[in-house]
Each structure stands twice: as structure tokens, then as C-alpha cells.
């Protein structure tokens, strides 16, 4: 079955610092890695993405950097403020015909004053 | 609001039972999908229409069942409920033609089994 393993399940960062969550797959087929982040009572909703083609990708506060040859991928987020503290998704799918996307397990990431 | 709507947002009902989700797409979509999310598993696809028609197919219970009607609004049916099944299930829809992945989900539905 493919999959996208992330970690950490949870996270707790200081205002200010650096969030980092990290995502693996196995499936080569992959060719686009976006994240979802999710409030409490909310749907997921897409926060930045990247396809194979770059290493890194970033906007704002928020950089994904990717890294073929090891089948990994992460989010960045600099600076953390509280409003960031939510749950986020790494996902992954075939670009070209299969529009599926497969989630992670998600990160819930506290910012803390 | 990312244009999608949802329906119930919660729903409470006895194992054995039989529940209907509701799920309006942003106009102009063509494509819903629906996920299962709990707490333990993230988010699980289930199942996708395009234009009214079975698209792919993930880890969707055979006591589950999804249609889209003509107006493209789906509903995702869940029958003979079990207590695993509690769980938020959530409808995105998606617009064809830019194939960017980007995926807009509705607030989803809360289904408690007792």
C-alpha cells in the first residue's frame, strides 16, 4: 500500500523558533508533495507545495525542502507564531493519472508564547 | 470557507444503523472525493467521483457506498455502522483541467456511533 510516513506526531515549539516536520514515501511514482494544514473544527486546506523538479520551495514563513534521492520531504516554518499552531498534513500523489492524494498522519504543532 | 459544503456537521446514531453525509462541491467542480479521518489513522481516502462517475477507489468499507447526482452534489452512504466507524469524514472537491492536486475540503461531518 503506499504510504507517507511523517513525524513527529507532536510537536511544541517557542514563538519565534523553527518548526520542522518531516515526511518519507516509497512510492517513485510520486510526483507532487503538498501540506495541508488543519484548524481545530476546520477542513485541511493547502499551504504550500512542490514537485520533484526543485530541492526547495518557499512561501513566506513557510519552505518545503525536498530531497529525491532519499524519498524525503519537510516543512519549515520560521519564525513560529501562535496562530501557526494547528495540525498539519503531509500528502503526496501522482501528478499524471492518479489525482489521489495520499495523507500522513499529520503533526499537531503547538507555538507556545 | 473554502466553498464547500457540508451536511450534517454532526451526527449521532446507534451501531446497526444507517447514515447519509451530505456534500456540495465549489462551482464548477467537477471532482469530489471523500476521506475518513480518526484519530489514530490521519486522513483515508475513500472514494472519488468526476462528473457523476466512480473515479478511484481506496479503502472504502463494503458497507459503504458514494454516488454524485447529476447537480454534482455527492453523498457518501454508511450502513450497518459499527463503533469503528465514528470517525469526521470529509468531502473535497477539486477543479479539472489544472491537475495542481490542490484539494478543497468542506468542515466535515462528525459521525459518533453509540
Known amino acids: 500500500q503506499q504510504q507517507v510516513k511523517q513525524s513527529p506526531q507532536s510537536l511544541i515549539v517557542q514563538k519565534g523558533g523553527i518548526s520542522i516536520i518531516n515526511c518519507a514515501y516509497e512510492n517513485t511514482a510520486f510526483d507532487y508533495f503538498p501540506w495541508y494544514q488543519q484548524f481545530p473544527g476546520k477542513g485541511p486546506a493547502l499551504l504550500i507545495a512542490?514537485?520533484?523538479?526543485?530541492s526547495e520551495k518557499k512561501e513566506g514563513r513557510f519552505t518545503i525542502s525536498f530531497n529525491k534521492s532519499a524519498k524525503q520531504f519537510s516543512l519549515h516554518i520560521m519564525d513560529s507564531q501562535p496562530g501557526d499552531s494547528a495540525t498539519y498534513f503531509c500528502?503526496?500523489?501522482?501528478?499524471?493519472?492518479?489525482?489521489?492524494?495520499?495523507f500522513g498522519t499529520g503533526t499537531r504543532l503547538t507555538i507556545i508564547p | 470557507d473554502s466553498g464547500v459544503t457540508q451536511t450534517p456537521k454532526h451526527l449521532i446514531t446507534a451501531t446497526g444503523q444507517r447514515v447519509t453525509l451530505r456534500c456540495s462541491p465549489r462551482s464548477g467542480d467537477l471532482s469530489v472525493y471523500w476521506y475518513q479521518q480518526s484519530l489514530d489513522q490521519g486522513l483515508q481516502f475513500l472514494i472519488q467521483?468526476?462528473?457523476?462517475?466512480?473515479?478511484a477507489k481506496g479503502n472504502i468499507l463494503e458497507r459503504f457506498s458514494a454516488q454524485q447526482f447529476p447537480d454534482l452534489h455527492s453523498e457518501l452512504n454508511l450502513s450497518s455502522l459499527e463503533l469503528g466507524d465514528s470517525a469526521l469524514y470529509f468531502c473535497a472537491s477539486r477543479r479539472e483541467g489544472r491537475n495542481t492536486g490542490e484539494l478543497f475540503f468542506g468542515e466535515g461531518s462528525r459521525l459518533t456511533v453509540l
Open positions: 500528502a503526496a500523489s501522482e501528478y499524471f493519472g492518479n489525482e489521489k492524494l495520499t
Open positions: 512542490i514537485r520533484p523538479d526543485v
Open positions: 467521483y468526476y462528473n457523476g462517475e466512480e473515479r
